[in-house]
């Protein structure tokens, strides 16, 4: 069995896709350490056990490995923003007969609508001023956008297609997390300016963008 060392900022999410090219991989860690959980607050420094083996998308752990990428999100990803509370309020004020509709569902049915919508679902590390994608949404979908940098997300809704452009106030490193249930007709990320992970599978009946390497878009399913 391997070691790895938890580098500063890294939660469960990147460690798996450092080691094992997948979130998928989180199964493998939280069975190798018994202390570890999904609500673990990983640290610099933590040893965590694993098993090379079982690698899922080996061509992704040595992309990495070979191009010095760090996945790191940051715990402030994930602590300074309340996702689950802003995708409520924004369903409640702008889609209120959905909203009001959620009463007669179970709650084990209430909770799978707001998780499909407030669960991460991309990762992006984005280096530059200014980050833009272009998206076509597929009816009745949602993307929640945290551009990283402590600015209200911004909600992508309706069929049309739409430029989804955001400008940081300096040039540096930031860490875009994408959210929400959807799917998409298009999803261009030729001007990104940055490196792409799904956390999952990703639909687009059409995908572009410029990076070459075809292991990152193994989660990206197209028609």
């Given at each position: 069995?391997?070691?790895?060392?938890v580098r500063s900022g890294q939660n469960i999410y990147d460690v798996a896709l450092t080691l094992y090219g997948s979130v998928e991989g989180i199964f493998d860690l939280?069975?190798?350490?018994?202390?570890?959980?999904?609500?673990?607050?990983?640290?610099?420094?933590?040893?965590?056990?694993?098993?090379?083996?079982?690698?899922?998308?080996?061509?992704?752990?040595?992309?990495?490995?070979?191009?010095?990428?760090?996945?790191?999100?940051?715990?402030?990803?994930?602590?300074?923003?309340?996702?689950?509370?802003?995708?409520?309020?924004?369903?409640?004020?702008?889609?209120?007969?959905?909203?009001?509709?959620?009463?007669?569902?179970?709650?084990?049915?209430?909770?799978?609508?707001?998780?499909?919508?407030?669960?991460?679902?991309?990762?992006?590390?984005?280096?530059?001023?200014?980050?833009?994608?272009?998206?076509?949404?597929?009816?009745?979908?949602?993307?929640?956008?945290?551009?990283?940098?402590?600015?209200?997300?911004?909600?992508?809704?309706?069929?049309?297609?739409?430029?989804?452009?955001?400008?940081?106030?300096?040039?540096?490193?930031?860490?875009?997390?994408?959210?929400?249930?959807?799917?998409?007709?298009?999803?261009?990320?030729?001007?990104?300016?940055?490196?792409?992970?799904?956390?999952?599978?990703?639909?687009?009946?059409?995908?572009?963008?410029?990076?070459?390497?075809?292991?990152?878009?193994?989660?990206?399913?197209?028609?």
């Amino acid at each position: 069995m391997a070691q790895y060392r938890v580098r500063s900022g890294q939660n469960i999410y990147d460690v798996a896709l450092t080691l094992y090219g997948s979130v998928e991989g989180i199964f493998d860690l939280l069975a190798s350490n018994s202390w570890l959980n999904m609500e673990t607050q990983l640290s610099y420094g933590m040893i965590l056990d694993y098993h090379e083996e079982f690698a899922i998308n080996k061509n992704i752990v040595i992309w990495l490995k070979d191009n010095n990428v760090l996945v790191k999100n940051g715990e402030h990803i994930y602590n300074y923003l309340n996702i689950e509370e802003v995708v409520k309020n924004h369903i409640a004020t702008y889609h209120s007969a959905q909203y009001n509709s959620l009463a007669e569902m179970s709650s084990d049915e209430q909770n799978m609508y707001w998780e499909s919508l407030y669960t991460p679902r991309m990762v992006i590390h984005h280096q530059g001023q200014v980050s833009d994608m272009i998206v076509r949404l597929k009816a009745d979908t949602h993307l929640i956008v945290d551009w990283g940098d402590y600015t209200a997300p911004q909600i992508i809704e309706g069929t049309e297609e739409q430029e989804v452009e955001h400008c940081y106030k300096g040039s540096g490193k930031h860490i875009i997390t994408l959210y929400g249930d959807f799917e998409c007709t298009k999803l261009d990320f030729r001007e990104l300016n940055g490196v792409y992970y799904p956390l999952g599978v990703i639909y687009a009946d059409e995908f572009l963008s410029v990076l070459d390497n075809e292991d990152l878009k193994k989660l990206i399913i197209t028609q």
